[in-house]
């Protein structure tokens, strides 16, 4: 089910709210987890029953962790569980590329698996075994209460988009949690504001990039105007995505941590995915980055073999796709190169290092929304006037005129102007009134409207569901 | 208001927003038909435990609640009007409205592979029926409003000039081209509507009868519906714009024709005045997509016979040229085909060339998608 639809936010939400709110404190994470699973069985209901069996998984290897703590079958235990949670990704997620690869390297016709991936595998499966190495490391105790458990990893506000929940970061709030007006009244427009950002901006410019796609009108100024519009529209999609389920959290009592900072006002790639997608940053960091050896290695050559390898499953992660290879590992080339020479002048040349930034990810972008290789190369080229399209066209016009405004609007979206403007405002007390007066009536508005274009529109999925 | 206070406005309004709605979401009786967007609407799905855990609900339950909305239609207003007005999007779901309250809709771009299909078809159609039967065969193409709209009002439109000439070389073998395009202008057409009005259309009906050696009775009167003609764009913008007014033409000629529906087998009226009651006004010509109809004039002064084949423009053009027939078969091959075979509702067993001339006349918006051409 998607936040974005009209199912989710007049069925689903009001019954999940209600019948929250009157259960008893003990019934509340059974309420969450049933309601979870008819969110996630909703859109692949015979798939349910991996995400059951992968909670059970993360589950028994916590609970054998604890028992056999000290112990070598402590290990065992959790290399046991993160392997088995692995392999359904592996098996899901990156079968048919590894089975598609092996007979295009050996030309052997080896028949494609027919699997269906399920929606959100990357982000639960990361989440268990976060749990698991969390409690083999002993941040953690073992969760007992198979339906806490349950209910941290199958929670629907976070389920298929993330941001990747650490169990460590929402163990206590599990167990006891407060639910205040100012907390919902928080949540409801952190919600309000991400659906906002998903329906009436990514959208658009969503549309903008098929029209490019379709269109028999392409140019080079299209070409840029395709790259912007994607850059913009992923961080919209992704980041109201994010935006919706912190919302959705509050409103249930949690506190998610936040997942982007306005990533395109960085000044070197380095500062850029410390903004952009936070949680899955932090998550190879701990998990993969430091265990390798981090930047703490005897030699240079380990530390960047390290990055490499980081930026190698971050590509994969988002995808078993070459481009997705390649976009990861451009990333791993650009922080070797930032480390070892450029990082120093960024501070100097701020504006020419947010032009280098915003370049690199568009380029990065337009590798990472292509369908193949060569559909990147193209696009790439036609920026500079080598794919044989002319410089401008009638439809380049049109469409220009036409999504202008949610351009501008979207510039300035992606940047803290808006919220730091606010913050100003409401420094005064005048501004405050104002601002408390216009909020609950702006986000009214936006609820209508946002309905509306639910009405009107079709089906709208949100990008990351294929991650 | 302090922040504390807003906080419970603010969980109050939105609670009041998302409760109310979604109660009238849940108990708002299920409507059949969609007079705006003209189609019938989705009902609930069938829930059973194959349904639901095929998917095959959940699929079909997300279309049944963007069609059941409550108060649907003010809800595509709101959002057509944000598009517009907030967003200064050009158009809406390709659909746009000029300064002059005119509705149009992209045709765009030109499709030459399609225009070419449409002109092969012509063609085998000639070939298979026409050829030796000794009549003349004419074509003529109808600009869609676009032609004098989009343009004007910065908006895509398709090389006219480009289509026209590309559908004159590809049937120029087989058909004497009717240039009609200089007699029409944007005020010939329905401000909410695709289609050309009838009583602008008298002088493009003397062209075609002239070009086809034949003359007209012009006594024509004008006639107008009680009811005001809501187009097939006014439901798709979702827009407040003006109403039509949808005007007919008859004369004795006109009203003394015999008109027969070959799909139904029974006589008609060359205006039906029952579709002058329903959804979609302009099928009160010839009642709409009838795709085979014959029009039998009792008073005329010539054995000239003619075949149309025609799509829906020509549903308010035929009418005209009645005058200057014995007979005309009005033929729509969107609904019947023009494919050669022995079944009996098949072309040559339906029509009888012979001696009769042939005018094919298309809109240009069904020669750009002709794939709906059998």
Redesign the interface.
């Known amino acids: 089910m998607l936040f974005s639809s009209i199912p989710f936010l007049y069925y689903f939400l009001p019954c999940v709210l209600i019948t929250y709110f009157i259960s008893p404190r003990c019934l509340k994470n059974t309420v969450l987890l049933l309601f979870s699973l008819v969110f996630y069985g909703w859109g692949e209901p015979k798939l349910v029953l991996l995400m059951v069996i992968s909670i059970l998984i993360g589950y028994i290897s916590g609970l054998l962790i604890e028992k056999f703590r000290g112990t070598v079958y402590s290990k065992i235990s959790m290399i046991l569980g993160v392997v088995i949670a692995f392999s359904f990704l592996i098996y899901y997620k990156y079968a048919n590329f590894f089975v598609e690869n092996f007979g295009a390297l050996t030309g052997i016709s080896v028949p494609v698996l027919k699997i269906a991936l399920p929606i959100g595998i990357s982000f639960y499966t990361f989440q268990i075994v976060s749990y698991i190495i969390d409690v083999y490391r002993a941040d953690t105790c073992a969760q007992k209460n198979i339906i806490n458990l349950a209910a941290y990893i199958a929670m629907f506000p976070q389920l298929i988009a993330g941001p990747i929940v650490r169990y460590v970061d929402v163990e206590r709030q599990l167990r006891t949690r407060v639910h205040t007006v100012d907390k919902l009244s928080l949540g409801i427009r952190r919600f309000v504001l991400g659906l906002a950002k998903k329906i009436l901006v990514a959208n658009a410019l969503g549309e903008l990039c098929d029209i490019f796609r379709e269109t028999s009108g392409q140019s080079v100024v299209f070409a840029w105007i395709y790259g912007i519009a994607f850059s913009l529209h992923i961080y919209f999609d992704f980041s109201g995505y994010s935006d919706m389920a912190i919302g959705l959290g509050h409103m249930f009592g949690f506190n998610f941590l936040e997942n982007f900072n306005y990533p395109y006002v960085s000044v070197s790639v380095t500062e850029f995915w410390r903004r952009w997608h936070m949680s899955l940053g932090s998550w190879f960091r701990d998990y993969l980055y430091i265990p390798l050896g981090g930047n703490r290695v005897k030699k240079r050559y380990r530390w960047f073999i390290n990055i490499f390898i980081v930026w190698l499953a971050t590509g994969f992660w988002h995808g078993a796709a070459w481009n997705f290879i390649i976009w990861g590992l451009m990333f791993g080339v650009l922080l070797v190169i930032e480390k070892l020479w450029l990082l120093k002048h960024f501070g100097k040349h701020k504006v020419l290092s947010r032009i280098y930034v915003l370049f690199v990810v568009m380029i990065s972008f337009i590798i990472f929304n292509a369908s193949s290789m060569s559909q990147a190369w193209n696009d790439i080229i036609s920026l500079f006037g080598f794919g044989n399209l002319p410089f401008i066209t009638t439809e380049t016009l049109y469409y220009l005129r036409s999504y202008a405004l949610i351009f501008i609007i979207a510039f300035i979206g992606a940047t803290p102007f808006m919220k730091n403007s606010i913050a100003k405002i409401r420094e005064t007390k005048s501004g405050m009134k104002i601002i408390n007066t216009a909020e609950p009536l702006v986000l009214a508005v936006l609820l209508i409207i946002m309905t509306s274009f639910l009405v009107d529109g079709s089906f709208n999925p949100f990008l990351y569901f294929r991650f | 208001?302090?922040?504390?206070?807003?906080?419970?406005?603010?969980?109050i309004?939105?609670s009041v927003?998302?409760?109310g709605?979604?109660f009238w979401?849940?108990f708002k009786p299920a409507t059949d038909f969609s007079t705006t967007e003209r189609r019938e609407l989705k009902q609930f799905p069938e829930l059973s435990v194959k349904t639901?855990?095929?998917?095959k609900f959940?699929q079909t339950?997300?279309d049944y609640?963007?069609d059941q909305?409550p108060a649907?239609d003010s809800?595509?207003?709101?959002?057509?009007l944000?598009a517009k007005y907030?967003?200064?999007?050009?158009?809406n779901?390709d659909i746009f409205v000029t300064s002059d309250g005119m509705i149009g809709k992209h045709e765009y771009?030109l499709k030459q592979d399609q225009v070419v299909h449409a002109a092969n078809k012509f063609k085998y159609v000639y070939n298979t029926y026409l050829k030796d039967n000794g009549g003349k065969v004419y074509l003529s193409v109808i600009p869609d409003k676009n032609a004098f709209i989009a343009e004007e009002s910065?908006?895509?439109a398709m090389d006219y000039d480009l289509f026209f000439k590309l559908m004159q070389e590809n049937t120029k073998d087989f058909a004497t081209y009717i240039d009609i395009s200089d007699l029409l202008s944007k005020d010939d057409y329905y401000l909410t509507d695709t289609h050309w009005k009838q009583e602008c259309i008298t002088d493009v009906a003397d062209r075609l009868a002239e070009a086809m050696g034949t003359t007209l009775d012009k006594n024509y009167k004008l006639n107008t519906l009680e009811k005001t003609f809501a187009g097939v764009y006014y439901g798709q913008s979702?827009l407040p714009v003006e109403k039509d007014t949808l005007n007919y033409l008859t004369s004795d000629i006109i009203d003394s024709c015999i008109i027969k529906n070959y799909e139904t087998g029974k006589e008609m009226s060359m205006y039906d005045m029952e579709k002058a009651n329903g959804y979609d006004l302009y099928e009160t010509f010839l009642s709409g997509s009838v795709s085979f109809i014959v029009i039998e004039n009792p008073q005329a002064t010539t054995d000239k016979e003619l075949v149309v084949f025609r799509d829906s423009f020509g549903s308010s053009l035929v009418p005209l040229l009645a005058s200057g027939y014995k007979s005309i078969t009005v033929i729509d091959i969107r609904y019947i085909s023009s494919l050669k075979t022995e079944m009996p509702n098949s072309l040559q067993n339906l029509v009888d060339f012979k001696n009769k001339d042939v005018l094919f006349i298309y809109s240009t918006l069904v020669l750009n998608n002709s794939n709906t051409l059998k």
């Open positions: 208001m302090n922040t504390r206070i807003k906080d419970y406005v603010q969980l309004l939105l927003l998302l409760f709605i979604s979401c849940w639901l855990v095929s998917g959940m339950f997300e609640t963007l909305f649907r809800f595509r207003t709101i959002k057509a944000t907030v967003f200064g999007h050009l158009d779901n771009p910065g908006h895509l979702a």
